[in-house]
């Protein structure tokens, strides 16, 4: 497969100057494979993206949460892809299952994040996810094949972003995917990308998951063979011995 496993650390709207520069110290003391093994990257929220672009180890990166879906200009309160670039912030996540049930982002809008995103130079995290209703009502497939359509329509390079599958009903819960859930809908995708990019995006794309990822369970999960690695919300913020084992050894 060769697909370098992806470990991200969303922190969502969580932190203090105090916290973050705890957090770091201890990721910054991480015992993790090399880069090449693994990509690590940390997400803080937007205003401690410098203080942690500038304390954190020069292997991980940073991430912003989002970003705006154009240029800059009278568009009070947010962040442009450029703003991030001029920062040096390598990464950006878009589509979190968050921002789209409540900010009421669409498919298409998602999409046209990415693809915007994308054409500033980012490497973006587009995230896709079912909730349980309609995982209850069978169509978490066409919901997550329509969320990947949205920005497949968009874009004809997918080598710099990485898929999130983050089912919305384990997000927060603590109730994780099982591993047979997770590798279901991780291998499906992978098969929506063959039949509806190419052969080679399939191949070649990181499709990763989220939702309650934590020390107790990524080992197991890191084992399904479609899964090439985690988005980690409420786990990323504890700085003790999960970090450790959050990796794919
Ligand atoms: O939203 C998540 C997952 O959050 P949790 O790990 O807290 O479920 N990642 O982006």
Not at 24 to 45: F, Q, W, Y
Not at 95 to 108: A, D
Not at 188 to 212: C, D, M, Q
Request: proline letters at 5%; glycine letters at 8%; aromatic letters at 8%.
């Amino acid at each position: 497969m060769g697909r370098k496993f992806f470990v991200g650390g969303n922190w969502k709207c969580n932190g203090t100057t105090e916290e973050v520069k705890k957090i770091v110290a201890t990721l910054n003391e991480a015992k993790v494979p090399p880069p090449d093994v693994v990509e690590v990257i940390v997400s803080p929220p937007f205003v401690f993206l410098p203080l942690v672009k500038n304390l954190l180890r020069p292997d991980f990166q940073v991430a912003a949460q989002n970003c705006w879906i154009k240029k800059g200009g009278a568009f009070t309160g947010e962040v442009s892809a450029e703003m991030l670039v001029n920062l040096g912030i390598p990464w950006v996540i878009l589509g979190h299952s968050e921002r789209r049930l409540i900010l009421n982002e669409s498919n298409e809008f998602v999409g046209e994040k990415v693809a915007y995103a994308l054409a500033q130079g980012l490497k973006v995290i587009a995230c896709v996810g079912e909730t349980l209703e309609q995982r209850e009502s069978g169509s978490t497939m066409a919901v997550v094949a329509a969320q990947t359509k949205a920005i497949a329509e968009r874009i004809s390079n997918w080598s710099n972003v990485v898929l999130a599958y983050e089912p919305v009903w384990a997000i927060g819960t603590g109730k994780v995917a099982t591993p047979a859930q997770a590798q279901e809908v991780h291998s499906e995708l992978r098969k929506w990308f063959h039949a509806n990019t190419s052969p080679e995006v399939a191949a070649t794309t990181r499709i990763i998951y989220g939702g309650s990822v934590n020390g107790g369970n990524c080992k197991e999960l890191a084992t399904q063979p479609d899964v090439d690695g985690f988005l980690v919300g409420g786990a990323s913020l504890k700085w003790d011995w999960e970090w450790d084992h959050v990796f794919r050894i």
